[in-house]
């Protein structure tokens, strides 16, 4: 236990020795009675000029005269032009004394039969131990609370002259108020009301100036600062430097509860999920390697652990969401289809990052939330490679990340119409590259052509999502396809047959958009330059305005969205931003909704000289 010296010097030097007593001593309340416990004078003086917002220098002139007058408790010494102060938990440095009276080497060398000297080496040594001392740090608000100290404040209310006399000075309270004279004891009137306390204990400032008063209903405050509350509550345990509460998600619990668990655990649970083949739940893995019951009473603590422990390990990758936490590890097969990286996909939908989303033009972000569905008309692009921009309409659909860090979620969805279902892999957006739905091919080519109407719609599972759509007699027509079966993929049009209703306008179909056959199949990585290939749809599917030195091509918006979304994915406002901001393109005066493109000269020339090479060619032949 600690030991309570008597301080002397005047009344204000007495209470502020003691308060720094207190706070050294708690600095060290894990060392022996005779540990001694370091504090610099610099440090002191900083800690108490920010609690009393006065000037460093006075503080540390007060705190060296309170300290040099209790010489008894503090030890004074001077270092490289530091001050340290130096004392113990019982009260006092005493240094310590080395005892060569009689002395273990000494035993050896004077007993009877007296050990040879070269042997001495080999049962004792020379070198004494270094004591465990507590270096000087920072004071941090930490060590202030494990002592009990009341953060003091210049704005700090007056007392009552009946409360001062009442009660026991604390340690931290402001040296100032300490004193009071007999002659304020009677005549002083109260000066705060009884319940003014308890409304300042009950406010909080936040960061930004913001205050709060937690004494207000529980629904009433979460509902108008919930998310406030939630992140200063987070931000205030990952900032713990004890690490006393974890994180997971938006559980918390104490770390020194948890579950360890070894390297064998890990490799068990990695080659099970590799052996299943995909992302498992975190309630399977604990049952079918752990045994855990959710019966049993530490069902919660141990499945928040594991959840924990494979968060902090770097051959796990965290891929579920709020509800449902799976887990993945590496050389899983791909979800999706891999003709389109990563990469290239993340900036073929940068566009909706870049705030060219028109996806809630008929659609509001409430009634998504409030119906849990989405309504969407498929593309050609969307089709061929199963992939679905994560525009805002979805975003509102769809599962948000639980871990900060967390770049996918792997999610199910089904066709319930088809009793089918497939994994499918949600790519969050990053800085300017957008997000994306991908493992979607098989099922949209199985049943579902471009222009298909479809509907998203969440499930009871928080990770599985339902993909339905209005059936009809099933038909059969020309559409466009991509043919990779050569060594140069191009596009053509096949029979195919579909029982589905679409979208007339987006139906890519020979008879109404047969010059597509004639688009480039680019690289993917040449078209997120959505300005070079929408000159290369309009040199496509224009119909020729111009003169054969001035070339000229004219196109319906609607056409040029279909066919843009051929090649890569586009909605209507970004296309109206690629035509307005381009210096190519002009609106058709004569045509209301058509466009113009002018190829500039270079590009007029050499697509002249091509096509003179062209009639060389057949007149030779």
């Not at 590890?329 to 993340?346: D, H, Q, Y």
């Amino acid at each position: 236990m600690i030991e309570r010296p008597t301080f002397t010097g005047n009344e204000e030097q007495r209470s502020l020795a003691e308060e720094i007593f207190h706070l050294m001593t708690a600095q060290g309340r894990l060392f022996a009675l005779d540990t001694p416990i370091h504090q610099t004078l610099r440090n002191l003086a900083d800690f108490y000029a920010r609690q009393r917002q006065i000037d460093p220098e006075e503080a540390a002139r007060l705190i060296d005269e309170a300290l040099r007058v209790n010489s008894q408790v503090f030890t004074r010494q001077e270092n490289n032009g530091d001050v340290i102060f130096i004392t113990s938990r019982r009260g006092r440095y005493v240094p310590p004394q080395v005892d060569t009276v009689h002395t273990f080497k000494q035993r050896l060398h004077e007993p009877e039969n007296p050990l040879p000297v070269d042997d001495i080496s080999v049962v004792v040594t020379t070198t004494r131990p270094a004591l465990t001392t507590v270096e000087p740090v920072f004071i941090s608000e930490y060590w202030q609370q494990q002592a009990g100290l009341i953060p003091v404040t210049v704005e700090a209310p007056v007392e009552t002259p009946a409360t001062a006399v009442e009660e026991t000075p604390q340690v931290g309270e402001p040296v100032a108020a300490v004193p009071v004279a007999e002659e304020e004891q009677v005549t002083a009137p109260p000066v705060v009301p009884p319940t003014g306390p308890a409304q300042i204990n009950t406010v909080i400032v936040l960061p930004n100036g913001l205050q709060i008063d937690l004494r207000r209903p529980v629904e009433e405050l979460m509902a108008q600062h919930g998310q406030t509350l939630m992140s200063q509550l987070r931000a205030a345990i990952e900032n713990d430097p004890l690490r006393r509460l974890v994180l997971f998600g938006n559980h918390a619990f104490p770390e020194a509860a948890l579950v360890s668990f070894g390297k064998n655990d890990l490799r068990r649970i990695s080659d099970y999920i590799k052996e299943v083949g995909e992302p498992l739940l975190d309630t399977q893995i604990i049952a079918d390697i752990f045994y855990h019951n959710p019966r049993q009473s530490d069902y919660e603590i141990f499945r928040f652990a594991l959840n924990y422990r494979l968060s902090r390990e770097k051959d796990f990758e965290f891929v579920g969401v709020e509800g449902a936490r799976l887990w993945s590890v590496r050389n899983l097969p791909a979800i999706g289809t891999r003709r389109v990286k990563a990469s290239e996909m993340g900036q073929l939908a940068g566009y909706i990052e870049e705030g060219f989303d028109d996806s809630l033009a008929e659609q509001s972000i409430e009634a998504i939330r409030k119906t849990g569905q989405v309504n969407h008309v498929l593309t050609f692009f969307e089709w061929e490679y199963g992939i679905l921009p994560l525009t805002r309409a979805l975003s509102a659909l769809l599962p948000q990340p639980l871990l900060a860090d967390q770049r996918s979620a792997v999610l199910r969805f089904e066709m319930p119409q088809h009793y089918v279902s497939a994994l499918v892999e949600l790519r969050y957006p990053t800085g300017n590259r957008g997000g994306w739905l991908q493992g979607l091919e098989t099922l949209f080519h199985d049943y579902l052509v471009p222009g298909a109407l479809i509907t998203l719609m969440r499930t009871d599972d928080p990770r599985t999502f339902a993909i339905t759509y209005e059936e009809q007699a099933e038909t059969q027509d020309r559409l466009l396809v991509l043919d990779e079966t050569k060594k140069t993929p191009k596009f053509t049009f096949a029979n195919i047959s579909f029982a589905c209703v679409v979208d007339t306008d987006m139906l890519v179909n020979q008879q109404q958009y047969g010059r597509l056959r004639n688009l480039k199949a680019f690289p993917m990585n040449e078209r997120r330059k959505a300005d070079l290939m929408l000159e290369h749809v309009f040199e496509v599917i224009g119909t020729p305005v111009g003169t054969r030195t001035e070339p000229q091509y004219a196109a319906p918006f609607d056409a040029l969205f279909v066919a843009m979304n051929v090649l890569r994915p586009v909605s209507r406002e970004y296309l109206t931003h690629l035509l307005t901001d381009g210096d190519n393109f002009t609106p058709d005066e004569g045509r209301p909704g058509w466009w113009r493109y002018t190829p500039p000269p270079s590009l007029a020339k050499e697509d002249e000289d091509d096509k003179t090479d062209e009639e060389d060619f057949d007149d030779e032949e």
